[in-house]
């Protein structure tokens, strides 16, 4: 899978830079973001921007990487999901578990006063 990750502030941001988030790529997507949660990472911010198509394997590996960020007082979040993706959040009945953001300034201030349990 390809995925950057960067700092923005206390906001993890992953970015996904592969065209289907689906089976084929779910599993290393969940291990990721399991492995940033357990390093102390609670605030984090996925960027959709380049996916194109995703499916319920794929919704499951954010879903999933939203429990592990609640568990610790921590939310993720979504940025730039167009298209099917976003029509795929609302069939699922998600857009109120999945926040998804069309401006990147928005999405990193939409984790601004939502500290975590640890003060981090």
Do not use: C
Not at 95 to 118: I, K
């Amino acid at each position: 899978m390809k995925l950057e990750k960067k700092l923005a502030g206390d906001v993890l941001v992953f970015k996904i830079q592969e065209e289907r988030l689906d089976g084929s790529v779910a599993p290393d997507l969940k291990a990721e973001l399991l492995v940033a949660v357990k390093n102390g990472h609670h605030k984090i911010l996925v960027d959709l921007s380049e996916v194109t198509y995703a499916d319920s394997s794929g919704l499951g590996a954010l879903l999933f990487g939203q429990r592990q960020a609640r568990s610790e007082g921590g939310a993720l979040k979504v940025y730039g999901a167009s298209g099917r993706i976003a029509n795929l959040i609302r069939i699922a009945r998600l857009e109120n578990v999945l926040e998804n953001y069309d401006d990147w300034q928005e999405a990193l201030q939409s984790f601004e006063g939502s500290d975590d349990s640890n003060g981090d």
